[in-house]
């Protein structure tokens, strides 16, 4: 089991982000490309699931709305239960945040 340090929603983001190698902007966007939406579920999913970052803070860092944001875990929570890929792609940015967590604030 990984410890996990509590990390704010602005810095999940930014984190996750660049170990994706996705833009935040790009991210907090309103882009529906596929690529992007699953980038989207699998940072929301980690930080809720995983870090413990309220639905409400990682919307506000985005500049979108609660309900989105809790949509994008949903679908996250549902992708790591029913694909593979995405099941294995889910550890990757909790896993980095995780190496990085002693840096955080």
Same mark, same amino acid.
Request: some cysteine; proline content about 2%; charged content about 30%.
């Given at each position: ?46 930080? @809720? ?13 985005? %500049? #979108?709305? $609660? !309900? =989105? ?14 694909? @593979? ?13 995780? %190496? #990085?967590? $002693? !840096? =955080?604030?």
């Amino acid at each position: 089991m990984v410890e996990r340090r509590r990390i704010a929603a602005d810095a999940l983001i930014t984190r996750a982000s660049q170990h994706l190698g996705i833009a935040p902007k790009t991210l907090a966007g309103m882009g529906e490309g596929r690529e992007v939406s699953r980038l989207r579920y699998l940072i929301a999913a980690v930080g @809720v699931e995983r870090w413990g970052v309220g639905t409400k803070a990682l919307a506000e860092a985005l %500049g #979108r709305r $609660a !309900d =989105a944001v809790t949509r994008w875990v949903q679908c996250g929570g549902e992708r790591r239960r029913h694909d @593979v890929a995405f099941r294995q792609s889910y550890g990757e940015p909790d896993s980095a945040l995780a %190496g #990085r967590s $002693a !840096d =955080a604030e």
